[in-house]
């Protein structure tokens, strides 16, 4: 009986399982078979492989020849099962001997030359190997940077088979090492735009709108006319935000890499992210999904940044419902028949909103065209259960033209420098809670000792809640921002000051 | 037909070293080169209890891939068919069918490599 042995990594989403993949040559007729739930791209693997044993100077024996992916149970989704079924069956040849290929985990998809060519995913199969206690792992070249940044494993990286059998044979029969894949060269610096809240013109209160928002994680709504800089304002929140910790690092890394976007940078990237998709993405774009394997969308590749929904009115409103759940538990869970994939979606949302379709509807002098019909069909588009989690409202008004004159705004930097001071002291006062951010404090939390504020402080907003102008959930909003304006302002509680700025900061913006 | 005198001859000597290699195993040669319809049947045995169909492939070089590459599962089915009509016809019984398949490699100028899968339909 001849068996041969080695590892891979099965993903769904971001979770990886370490996939043991044996091969047995029976006597029969010669055919590759592949078991253990093989989806269309893995079950055609043995075609790939016989091309590129030849290429590599092995020969598959002509024998019958049983490949098993245990646990047989999920589904195994891919070209990256082509490397360690290869290396499986050729042990099972006694073409591979080392016990190094054995152990190790493979990743790659074979060319019929021979090659080993890139694939997705690679990272988060990585760190799931890492997290099993697996010491090596081949992968392709071209994904050698991603695979670098787990640093619990040795990364090994070859171009093509026959590279691969050789170091191999070297390490059976003379005990060399197999060499550690050498770090890629850095890339050259594109010409990225460097963006920088400097840029922005004016916009007192939208900017502390944008800083608030970085401060305690809030949603927010940029409304305004065209061409004020409701984008610009988005794009901005990124540079204000606190770089990533090297675990959500990871996870954002690990999703752009499943999604096929993972840099060849040789350092993990911990700017936060920012996407900001179009309104006519489907449900499938902005949530995940997709037919085979579940990819994540937009929400995920923003985990840990910022969405931004320009235009928000006009998403279908199939798309704004399904942003309430991840909004709620940062995390998206797509249900199928066969699986259930879920994964991380902690973003800052902020939605961009014209006044009205025609985007006409400004000032006192209005040319807007819109019917009353039109208008109040494009308001109730955002309101209702989306908006109870947006804590910001802010009007972006046309800038005028004095303030093209004056001295240009504060730097993202000195901004960023306050708000990593700010999460500072919410670290510290919520550091009982799961989640340490003002944004995502519990209501109950916030009303009841010791965080109960004096009645002196929340007059007015008392006063609102006895007059019925603000509901009980809108209570606990602007308590929250009330804290955040507190913390940016390095008061210890919020004073009446505070809160009154961040009922205004709530209440503002469209009717809604 | 299109194939030259050459080929077929070389199927020919395949199915003749073929037939004595199994017959070296012990097995008896009932029929050779057995029509059914449109099918055939290379070799026809009987190895103890069993009926043996077996299918004879020969080439000239791996070029094209080994002998018993070019034995599908399509083919094999084929061949577990003819096995029942063959048993149907017969006069005798059978304990067993089996379908089995040889392969050889017989270049123009060297000795020629023999391979027997017993039982390629199970």
């Keep these: 009986m001849k068996l041969g042995h080695t590892r891979a990594v099965a993903l769904a989403g971001v979770a990886g399982t370490l996939v043991d993949v044996e091969a047995h040559i029976a006597s029969g007729l010669p055919t590759i078979a592949v078991s253990g739930l093989p989806d269309k791209a893995c079950g055609q693997a043995p075609d790939r492989i016989r091309s590129a044993a030849s290429a590599a100077g092995v020969a598959i024996p002509t024998q019958r020849i049983v490949v098993n992916l245990s646990p047989a149970s999920i589904t195994k989704h891919g070209s990256l099962f082509d490397l360690p079924i290869a290396i499986a069956v050729l042990a099972a040849a006694g073409v591979v001997r080392s016990q190094v290929a054995t152990d190790a985990v493979h990743l790659g998809e074979l060319g019929l030359d021979g090659s080993i060519r890139g694939v997705r995913g690679v990272l988060p199969c990585v760190l799931a190997a890492a997290r099993a206690g697996v010491e090596d792992v081949v992968v392709p070249l071209e994904n050698v940077a991603e695979a670098r940044l787990v640093d619990e494993i040795r990364v090994h990286a070859a171009a093509s088979l026959e590279e691969l059998l050789e170091w191999y044979a070297a390490e059976h029969r003379r005990g060399t090492p197999v060499p550690l894949a050498s770090p890629p060269p850095p890339r050259p610096v594109t010409g990225a735009r460097v963006v920088d809240m400097a840029d922005v013109v004016g916009q007192p209160e939208a900017r502390f709108a944008v800083e608030l928002a970085a401060c305690g994680g809030h949603h927010m709504l940029l409304s305004g006319p065209p061409g004020v800089g409701k984008t610009m304002l988005a794009e901005r929140l990124v540079t204000v935000l606190p770089a990533l910790s090297r675990s959500l690092a990871l996870e954002s890394h690990s999703i752009r890499s499943l999604s096929g976007l993972a840099a060849a940078s040789s350092s993990l990237d911990c700017t936060p992210p920012y996407e900001a998709p179009h309104h006519s993405a489907s449900v499938a774009a902005i949530v995940g999904g997709g037919s085979g394997a579940v990819l994540p969308g937009a929400i995920s590749r923003a985990h840990g940044g910022v969405l931004f929904m320009d235009e928000a009115p006009e998403f279908r409103t199939s798309v704004l419902q399904t942003l309430r759940q991840p909004l709620e538990s940062g995390t998206v869970t797509i249900a199928r028949a066969r699986e259930s994939v879920t994964f991380p979606a902690r973003f800052l949302l902020v939605l961009a909103a014209n006044p009205c379709p025609c985007g006409k509807a400004w000032g006192k002098s209005s040319e807007c065209t819109c019917s009353a019909l039109e208008l109040r069909r494009y308001q109730s588009r955002l309101s209702g259960p989306l908006m109870d989690r947006v804590d910001i409202r802010v009007t972006v008004p046309p800038v005028p033209r004095g303030a093209f004159v004056e001295a240009s705004g504060e730097g993202s930097a000195a901004i960023g420098a306050r708000v990593l001071q700010a999460r500072g002291a919410q670290a510290e006062r919520w550091r009982a809670l799961p989640e340490r951010l003002n944004g995502t404090v519990p209501g109950s939390v916030l009303r009841r000792p010791p965080f109960r504020l004096p009645s002196r402080v929340t007059a007015t907003l008392d006063h609102g809640l006895d007059l019925g102008t603000l509901s009980l959930r809108g209570y606990d909003r602007v308590l929250r921002l009330a804290w955040s304006t507190a913390d940016l302002s390095g008061h210890t509680t919020p004073t009446a000051d505070d809160v009154g700025l961040a009922l205004h900061l709530r209440s503002g913006g469209m009717a809604a | ?122």
């Design chain 2, 1 to 122: 037909m299109t194939m030259t005198d050459g080929r077929t001859g070389l199927a020919r000597r395949g199915e003749a070293l073929a037939a004595r290699h199994l017959a070296g195993l012990g097995m008896e040669v009932l029929e050779r080169n057995w029509r059914h319809g449109r099918a055939e049947a290379d070799l026809v045995l009987r190895d103890g209890a069993a009926l043996v169909i077996c299918e004879v492939k020969t080439r000239r070089g791996l070029g094209y891939g080994d002998p018993l590459e070019a034995i599908t599962v399509t083919k094999a089915r084929r061949l577990r068919q003819l096995a029942g009509a063959y048993v149907s016809q017969a006069d005798e019984g059978f304990g067993e069918v089996r379908v089995d398949a040889v392969g050889i490699l017989w270049p123009d100028d060297g000795r020629p490599q023999l391979r027997h899968v017993r039982g390629v339909w199970s």
